[in-house]
């Protein structure tokens, strides 16, 4: 099975489909599935609370802002589907964050309903950057490896996090509609 790109919407499976497509998948491929879609996100989001610590924030408000960031900007409905929250949490929480100085709240130009959520980038800035702790834990791992490999692995990841941009953003986009 090779990983393609595809503008669909994504079909459902039945658990014998389900079956039949794992049992056709290479081993090595199953696992980077698992490591990249749960496995690295548990230690990302244990690195985010140590993280959120030290900012002086919760881990969920650190949580909302690093979606904020990464994704430049993101209306309050999209922030709440996201992070699972009632309309009303997600008021909060952007509350929070805009009161300390880290986002900016602004009218969609194309539909004065929406509310656009915007990171400040002065106060944004000490998050924007890799944690050190992280950079020396890859450090250590890039020391053992060699360019071609470190290129390799760096490529895959890349065209991985693109994919998983480019579906977030279907999913989100699908819901809005659907609502």
């Not at 509310?115 to 020391?143: N, S």
Request: proline share 3%; glycine share 6%.
């Amino acid at each position: 099975m090779s990983l393609s790109i595809v503008s669909e919407a994504p079909r459902r499976v039945s658990p014998a489909q389900l079956r039949d497509l794992t049992e056709d998948t290479d081993p090595v491929v199953d696992e980077l599935a698992m490591l990249i879609s749960r496995r690295l996100s548990v230690y990302a989001e244990a690195r985010l609370s140590c993280l959120a610590e030290d900012a002086g924030l919760s881990s969920l408000d650190l949580r909302a802002l690093a979606f904020v960031i990464e994704f430049g900007s993101l209306s309050t409905g999209h922030l709440g589907q996201l992070m699972g929250l009632s309309h009303g949490g997600v008021t909060a929480l952007i509350n929070r964050l805009e009161t300390a100085g880290y986002i900016q709240r602004d009218r969609n130009q194309h539909d004065r309903r929406v509310v656009t959520l915007r990171p400040v980038a002065e106060r944004c800035e000490p998050l924007m950057h890799p944690e050190q702790y992280v950079v020396d834990r890859i450090a250590e791992i890039a020391q053992r490896s060699g360019n071609s490999d470190l290129a390799g692995t760096f490529d895959f990841l890349m065209r991985c996090m693109k994919l998983l941009r480019r579906d977030t953003l279907q999913w989100l986009a699908t819901r809005e509609l659907a609502k």
